[in-house]
């Protein structure tokens, strides 16, 4: 919904290169600077914010208002989820009594389309609301737990998603079974992997596989606890990076070696690089692939690092 994210476009350049940067240095420090909370905390300092960020936030929150009637409400109501579009809307949903005049009178011109285009709306928001800040497939995981306490078109929304997992996943019945409680995929795996005696063919297989992987791989099981599924090398490395502190001591192990590698193959590969491989993008590992494939006519110290 255009009119949610827009909120937060503007509420959080309110807080860069504007007449209130200074404002919201000395006031707001430590403030998230998304879902509006700059603005927010700067209208409870009013009378001490300078002539030119006090002139500039009214224009804001006049302009803002006139874009998006709800722009105050989410800011009050909806700071602790995610701010995706879906959640907004379950915020909004959520707190339908509590929704000034002019947010209400807007939303109320939406709420049927919202109904109609996710059946399972209110009954997110009646059931399955705590579960918005938690691990992509919580919330599936909390419709299929309520199932019996659903609405109609909810409970057949549901019905044919867990007939498509059961067809796409070959352990979603064992998960159900043995890990009924378990949502992050790191959690299902090492779940079924201490079951793996009781589970079924097609699903002990699958768990095997992903056994090999780690096995090949140290900070697999980190990857798929931590960070996106489907990422690009340099972008795997990045999430691992923010995640430092979490991570397995045999991956921070395995980071460590690979970093060491990396620091003496800049000290021995780097004139084959310049030499050989200088158009080389510095990212995906394509450097390395390109050392690789010139291994014959690189340095013998090199040659045996690659």
Do not use: W
């Not at 300078?50 to 709800?70: G, M, Q, R, S, V």
């Not at 807007?106 to 709306?121: R, S």
């Not at 045999?250 to 158009?279: G, H, P, T, Y």
């Amino acid at each position: 919904m255009k009119f949610l994210f827009l909120l937060f476009i503007l509420t959080t350049s309110l807080s860069y290169a504007n007449e209130c940067a200074k404002d919201a240095n000395k006031f707001c420090q430590g403030v998230d600077p998304g879902k509006g909370q700059i603005a927010k905390c700067l209208e409870d300092y009013t009378p001490q914010l300078t002539p030119a960020c006090a002139k500039e936030l009214k224009t804001f929150k006049k302009e803002t208002a006139k874009k998006n009637p709800c722009f105050e409400d989410l800011a009050d109501l909806c700071m602790e989820i995610p701010a995706e579009a879906k959640n907004l809307e379950y915020c909004l949903l959520k707190n339908e009594s509590r929704l000034s005049n002019a947010c209400m009178n807007d939303f109320k011109k939406k709420k049927g389309g919202i109904l109609v285009k996710n059946v399972c709306a209110q009954d997110i928001v009646n059931h399955c609301y705590n579960d918005l800040s938690k691990p992509e497939g919580a919330i599936n995981h909390c419709l299929i737990q309520n199932r019996n306490k659903l609405s109609a078109f909810c409970q057949k929304s549901v019905d044919q998603k867990m007939t498509q997992m059961k067809k796409n996943n070959p352990c979603f019945e064992d998960t159900e079974k043995h890990c009924p409680t378990k949502i992050i995929f790191a959690d299902i795996q090492e779940c079924l992997q201490k079951k793996i005696t009781t589970i079924r063919p097609e699903c002990k297989k699958l768990v095997q596989n992903e056994i090999e992987k780690a096995h090949a791989n140290p900070c697999y099981v980190d990857l798929t606890r931590h960070c996106r599924p489907r990422l690009a090398p340099q972008e795997q490395h990045e999430c691992l990076s923010l995640n430092e502190g979490s991570l397995s001591n045999a991956c921070r192990q395995f980071r460590s070696v690979q970093n060491d590698k990396v620091k003496k193959m800049v000290d021995l590969c780097e004139q084959d690089r310049l030499k050989l491989c200088a158009k080389a993008p510095f990212k995906d590992g394509m450097v390395v692939k390109c050392l690789k494939l010139n291994k014959m006519k690189v340095s013998k110290q090199c040659a045996a690092l690659l």
